[in-house]
């Protein structure tokens, strides 16, 4: 029989999906029929993103599941007409442009490369820079993007620190996990990566307090979320001295407004959210293989835990 599956994920997403989405469930040997519209009852699998207007998922009460596109689930984890199974998007090649953006901007961190890049004529400052290896990196969030990072630093030579909620034991990677753990964490971050959820539990993580233990002068990269850092506290911090840079990728209010301080600071780079973005060619064929498993009697893959929100 035929599976329905609704494409709720705003204006001119499923243009771009429909061909690989029709080749990946056709790999997987699904039927399926994929649309942008169907009575609500009808529908076997949502996939999601919060530029869809569908908000009030109560009436889809034969969907088996609602498939993410987006990594970060925050804006739907909350709602409470979300009864049916939550997958969030876990891309290899979401993965792969993260992993990108986090080494191509720690390593101009590590090198000093604005220096050279913004040096006048004539200026020869022949200062070395350290060796990876003497370079320490703190990574907050070892899910499937944090620990891709970490161990792609690590690989690079880095000293590398991870800190998540559940200890771990990763290879080349010191582990920390809870309160105790972050506060070494940060004490030993001279450059420090978030890639941490937004939940109740790590907004303003990076506030007075915690920016406070980093090394004087660490460089901060956010492409995690903008609410896992207390924007006037960073602010603070910048003009002190106590943070040296740092980039952000993701903020509060997207698109940041052209006012907002951050885009006139001269110790910040703002990125604006393109650290990673789900690829539709490989995210076809995750959505598909999860569809498959479902109708296999198999569980969900990536289910985000409700209660945690993430
Ligand atoms: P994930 O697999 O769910 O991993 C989240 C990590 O954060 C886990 O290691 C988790 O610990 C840790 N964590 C959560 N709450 C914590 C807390 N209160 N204290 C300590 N650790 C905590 O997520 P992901 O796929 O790696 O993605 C991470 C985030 O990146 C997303 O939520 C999204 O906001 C962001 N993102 C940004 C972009 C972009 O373009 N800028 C693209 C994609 C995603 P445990 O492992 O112990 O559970």
């Known amino acids: 029989m035929s599976l329905t599956l609704l494409f709720a994920a705003g204006p001119g997403t499923l243009d771009e999906y ?3 989405l029709r080749m990946a469930l056709s790999d997987e040997g699904l039927d399926a029929d994929l649309t942008d519209s169907a009575p609500p009852e009808s529908v076997d699998y949502i996939i999601y993103a919060p530029a869809s207007p569908l908000q009030d998922f109560t009436p889809f009460t034969r969907a088996k599941a609602v498939l993410s596109l987006w990594a970060g689930v925050e804006r739907i984890v909350s709602n409470t007409t979300l009864t049916q199974p939550l997958a969030r998007m876990v891309d ?15 390593l101009r961190y590590h090198l000093g490369m604005d220096a050279h890049i913004t040096a006048r004529p004539g200026a020869w400052d022949a200062e070395v820079p350290p ?29 590398v620190t991870g800190w998540s909620s559940t200890p771990k034991d990763l290879d080349a ?8 753990g972050l506060k070494a964490a940060l004490q030993g971050a001279e450059i420090l990566v978030t890639l941490l959820p937004d939940t109740p539990q790590t907004e303003n993580l990076l506030d007075a307090r915690t ?3 980093l090394p004087k002068g660490a460089r901060i990269l ?9 924007d006037e506290a960073l602010l603070a911090a910048l003009d002190s001295g106590q943070i040296g840079h740092a980039t952000l990728d993701v903020f509060r209010t997207e698109p940041l407004p052209a006012t907002h301080p951050y885009w006139h600071h ?8 393109i650290a990673a973005a789900t690829r539709a060619e490989s995210a076809a064929r995750v959505l598909a293989r999860n569809i498959a498993r479902v109708e296999a009697g198999e569980p969900l893959l990536h289910e985000v835990a409700r209660a945690r929100g993430y």
């Open 18 to 20: 429909h061909a690989p």
């Open 92 to 106: 290899p090649a979401l993965t792969q442009g993260m992993v990108d953006y986090v080494c191509g901007h720690v």
């Open 131 to 159: 060796l990876a290896t003497e370079r320490r990196v703190t990574v907050l969030g070892l899910g499937a993007l944090g620990q891709a990072c970490a161990q792609a630093l690590a690989g690079l030579g880095f000293a």
């Open 173 to 180: 990677i010191a582990c920390m996990h809870g309160a105790d």
């Open 211 to 213: 920016l406070a233990l």
């Open 222 to 230: 956010n492409p995690g979320r903008g609410t896992l850092i207390e």
């Open 266 to 273: 001269p110790r910040v780079t703002v990125t604006p959210h």
